[in-house]
């Protein structure tokens, strides 16, 4: 099952186009992404109190088409393991009044230790499991 978070675009998410920017996109893939983890017993700030932090290493982004301000959407976010040390979560951000595609993003990341080594943690490992 596909997790996703509810969104409404803010006027102020949007440039002089009167589309929201396409920088801010980033920070609602983010948003989902640290909920998506939370409903799976991942708690982000938790970790990075421990001095693990989880980092994004690539990030595609595929904009096939714009909000604008007041437009409602939702996210999707679903994870798969690409390797030993990594993981992708597959974003779509969808617009609610006629579940169109609005973009849709592939988003690699690790998890790093204090010295900056890579390396998967018992809670992103059953992520997969």
Do not use: W
């Not at 009167?18 to 893939?29: E, P, R, S």
């Amino acid at each position: 099952m596909t997790f996703s978070v509810d969104f409404k675009v803010r006027d102020y998410e949007c440039d002089l186009q009167g589309i929201v920017n396409n920088g801010v996109y980033f920070n609602y893939l983010e948003h989902a992404r640290h909920e998506f983890l939370l409903s799976k017993g991942v708690d982000f700030a938790l970790l990075a109190e421990q001095k693990i932090n989880l980092v994004v290493i690539r990030c595609e982004m595929n904009f096939k088409d714009s909000l604008k301000p007041a437009d409602e959407f939702y996210v999707q976010v679903s994870v798969h393991r690409e390797s030993k040390l990594k993981f992708a979560f597959v974003q779509k951000v969808i617009r609610k009044s006629d579940d169109k595609l609005m973009l849709d993003a592939v988003v690699t990341g690790t998890s790093v230790n204090e010295r900056g080594r890579p390396f998967l943690t018992e809670e992103i490992e059953r992520l997969f499991s």
